[in-house]
């Protein structure tokens, strides 16, 4: 096989004044290059067959190249000769993430990741060069072995654009390496200013979020710090230590495709909430959204969903701007130009990345860092501002009201005067008045008590009237049997006069008999009409409380002779006596008595009333069933328990609605109609129960009646 020096009429000649900024001399763009694809390390040899070789730039290196697994695999062949001005040590560098192995007149001079299997990327992060051993004034072939694989989570580093395979391989003096290694320096340095300045920004939202809880911006914005100090993170991690290709593109994947696009979502959450103090769910589906569409961009290289969320956040962020337009506060400004900021300063840094090759140290990391700090910083100055707005409104309130403070003073010292004679007429008008209401208060009470008085005096006039007429019967009766009597004895008829005067002598025991109960009935009238002692003494409950319900029966029956209701008892032989004031007690048991026969009355009346006007229509009414059930019953029973004496006085009337059961025994409140009740009997007999150290409570249900509980300690 015919070997023959590589197919170049001259070699490239590379001369001082080729170099470019910072000392580099880019061979990726020279004439000159040959290529073939395949891989054979013959092809590293300085003499080789060079048919079949394509003329072609390492800058113009294409993924048509790619076999059906994404793997681009070829040799690159120059030959080359460095002019004799060359004085100074040269170094030989790589920017990109490709694996190569490079030889230098056939032998392996730089290895940059592993080109064979498995293929590993090499990691490029600001590496000085090595040292280039070419020889001045002579021709040299330089052979490079590229290998550049893609897969699904790492898309090709190589950009395949001008920009990017300019930076393929270059050769660099010492100027160059002195500028990396100062790189180096200022790269660790901002890399650590810009990570403490992103930890400390989050931990101060951080203990504000924990010292103020309700503030919601404080919530907002730590979750948004959290996010900045992942990115920052991130890029510091992506530029600051050489990691592997999958790591790096991991690392990448979270901080520029998912973490720094929730970012700006998270911005536009809080000015939404700052303009409006809502978040709409436009906002929470466009935070949902942006990851997925960011992630599609970067790992299937669809761009056009990232656009699509990216312009509707930025027209919504002008509607939001808009609209809000006439309540925008001078305050509120720092979260707008946060938005602006991050969405410019973001959209600049990702066409500089994708379309411009520019040192990353030069541009970069200032720049990603200064767009993601811009944010929280932003923020942290509308917080400052706005805590400063609060406390000048605060200091402006504080001094008016201490204007405010000095005016009352002075006001209410020329008041005062004036005041005191006031209050001199208002307490003798108020005297007057209590005096006057006291006078009122007391003839009110007199009045129930009148009133106590009478019901219970009708119901003893009612009970002396039955024996009065028993003796007045038998006392004519016997008049006129000793008439006959002595009639027969003056005729001489003995046996006639006999029986007579026996019956005479049955009547006049009788008359006895009724006398004796009229006399015991005036005897308990004249005890309980006199005023009370307010001596507890020994009382049998069950005996007075079955005298007060007859007393209010014959009462009522002595006002209204149409009245009839069923009265039942039921009392516990056990109760016995115990000390009370009887007068008092005596009261209250005949005003919850008098209370529960006007409540049956009424739901009787209520019944009858239904009936009348449906026979008036000729109908049937649709109560005469109930109406013809009903019997107003009222119940009087007592019951010794848990050392106590309970007496119930229960009806089955209408009871008493719940919205008024709270006011029952406030005093003056009454459910009668006017001029019925004065609204103090069941006041004054609370009042009275509570005197004994006793409770009066109430059990009813509407429509079924009501039960008074009377609970007095033994």
Known sequence: MQMAVWAQSNPVQLRPSMLVAHGELRLADYDGWMFHQGHDTRWALPLIDSSGWTRMKLSELTDKLADKQGRIEGWFRLMFELDSAWHEPLYLTRQLWSATDIYLDGKLVMQCGDTENPYQAYNPVLKPGIPFPASPGMPHVLAIHVVEYQTAITPRELRLAPAYLQEFLNVVNSDYQAFIQRQIRATYLMGGIFFAATASLFLLFVVLLFLNKSVRIFELTALLTLFVLLSTVGIFIEKLFEISYTAQKII????????????????????????????????????????????????????????????????????????????????????IIAMITLTVGGTISIFLHKYFRVESAAYELPLRSSVLLSSPLLLLAYVSMSYKDILTAKQKEADKVIRMTEEKKLLLEKQNELLETKVTQRTEALEKSLADLRATQSQLIQSEKMASLGELTAGIAHEIQNPLNFVNNFSEVSNELLDEMTANLASGNLQPATEIARDVKQNLEKILHHGKRADAIVKGMLQHSRSSSGVKEPTDINALADEYL????????????????????????????????????????????????????????????????????????????????????????????????????????????????DKIFQPFFTTKPTGQGTGLGLSLSYDIVKAHGGELRLETKEGDGSEFVIELPI
């Open 252 to 335: 990448f994947l979270i901080t520029n495709a998912i973490t720094q696009p929730v970012m700006m979502v998270m911005t536009l959450l809080i000015a939404e909430w700052v303009l409006t103090k809502r978040v709409t769910w436009i906002t929470y589906c466009i935070l949902l959204l942006m990851p997925f569409a960011s992630a599609a961009g970067h790992l299937v290289n669809i761009s056009w969903p990232f656009g699509v969320v990216q312009t509707v956040i930025i027209v919504y962020f002008l509607y939001l701007v808009i609209r809000s337009r006439h309540t925008i506060q001078p305050t509120d400004w720092t979260v």
């Open 550 to 661: 007859r007393l209010a029966y014959h009462g009522l029956r002595a006002k209204d002779k149409s009245f009839n209701a069923t009265t039942k008892t039921d009392f516990d032989p056990r109760v016995g006596n115990i000390n009370i004031i009887p007068q008092d007690i005596g009261r209250v048991i005949l005003n919850l008595i008098t209370n529960a026969f006007y409540a049956v009355t009424e739901k009787k009346s209520a019944f009858v009333n239904l009936s009348a006007k449906a026979t008036a229509k000729e109908e049937t009414p649709a109560d005469e069933e109930k109406m013809n059930m009903y019997e107003p019953t009222v119940t009087v029973s007592t019951k010794k328990m848990n050392g106590q004496t309970e007496i119930r006085v229960s009806d089955n009337g209408n009871g008493i609605p719940s919205h008024i059961k």
